[in-house]
């Protein structure tokens, strides 16, 4: 039991659906979370950022507010699943091989979740919606499997790891100048340009400045600062502090080994995905510079899709998004529920 823990935000009622379950995906027993007031309404997956860090996971049993989407009222609309990656989380296993964190066994992870869920809800089609990191599985999985899916939601799309680490090496330097930062200045002059494949210091660094000049975290009133974005998971009835201590250490070190820093920088999906035969929404926030949006909305024009593409804008938030702006995003994502029509 979580040594935080509080009342849940909202109750499912028994006729629904509330579990908490493992099952072998890859190979490797992983945890989700499925949470439905109906379990005769759409499905609906969710593919949480990172890598390991699992918001929404297994940890948002009960809880409203997440990083990205509000769940109260989508409960009601889906039948919601959260899955914990390999690695991280209540998916954490120390049998796990390094050499199996690649992007293609993620994606592959992510087909049969999506098979298990097609068939054990009887439908032929479900939903996917995906955050950061989980977008890099999400896109290069409905390009490959498009027929198994009503529509597509990229939140914080990430486009090409490259190109977005230039992006944000410019950004920074000039938020380093505007604030006077003399260190974050020299520090990153001297880093070089991206790719970051050879020197891990490298990439580091620039995710070190990126947390220290808030483009996770848009400081607005009544925005919750990163330390209580992740403290679902230490209140959370689900997770221990051993899950806790697996997600922010052990599957932080299982990921990112070098093979797979230099897979992130080879992936591009303004080169690998020119067209989408299913509705595609891109959700973000407007002031992240994490993930830059001037990527998304490259992408987004040049993307052949006939059945719509939209990108929506949030104005309060950076890379996670502020409360007013999940409830939002908990709207657009009940919206998709007019793509059911395009069987």
């Known amino acids: 039991m979580g040594i935080l823990s509080k009342k849940p935000d909202f109750e499912i009622p028994s006729s629904g659906i509330q579990s908490v379950e493992t099952i072998t995906l890859g190979g490797i027993k992983q945890c989700i979370l499925i949470q439905a007031v109906d379990v005769s309404k759409p499905v609906i997956l969710f593919i ?17 507010y997440t990083i990205v989407t509000n769940t ?6 889906f039948v919601v699943v959260f ?40 439908q032929d089609k ?70 970051y494949i050879e020197n891990f210091v490298q990439w580091s660094l620039i995710r070190k400045w990126q947390r220290i000049f808030n483009t996770l975290v848009y400081q607005t009133e009544n925005a919750p600062g990163l330390l209580a974005l992740t403290m679902d998971m230490v209140r ?17 070190k299982l990921i990112y080994s070098q093979r797979f820093i230099e897979e992130l920088a080879e992936n591009n999906f303004m080169e690998s995905v020119s067209e989408l035969p299913i509705p595609v929404t ?8 994490h993930v830059n949006g001037s990527l998304v909305e490259e992408f987004v024009n040049r993307l052949d899709a006939p059945k719509g593409k939209r ?13 007013e702006d999940t409830i ?7 919206e998709e529920l007019q793509h059911l029509e395009m069987k």
């Open 48 to 64: 949480h950022g990172g890598p390991s860090m699992p918001l929404p996971g297994v940890s948002s049993k009960g809880r409203d």
């Open 72 to 77: 109260k009222e989508l409960v009601k609309n």
């Open 83 to 122: 899955w914990d990656q390999r690695g991280t989380g209540k998916s954490y296993q120390k049998e796990i091989r390094q050499d199996s964190m690649t992007i293609g066994q993620f994606i592959s992870d992510a087909n049969e979740l999506t098979d298990y869920l097609r068939d054990r809800f009887k």
């Open 126 to 195: 479900i939903f996917l919606a995906a955050h950061s990191w989980g977008t890099t599985i999400g896109l290069n999985l409905v390009s490959l499997y498009p027929e198994k899916f009503y529509s597509y939601i990229g939140i914080s799309q990430i486009i090409s790891w490259t190109e977005n680490d230039r992006l944000a090496l410019t950004w920074l330097k000039e938020e380093a100048k505007r604030r006077r930062n003399k260190k974050a200045m020299g520090q990153l002059e001297n880093v070089g340009e991206p790719p």
């Open 236 to 252: 959370s009835d689900e997770y221990s502090l051993k899950d806790v201590y697996h997600t922010y250490y052990k599957g932080f």
């Open 282 to 289: 891109f959700i973000h926030g407007r002031h992240d510079f």
């Open 311 to 323: 990108i929506v804008w949030l104005e309060k938030s950076a890379h996670a998004f502020h409360p």
């Open 328 to 334: 939002l995003n908990e709207q657009y994502l009940i």
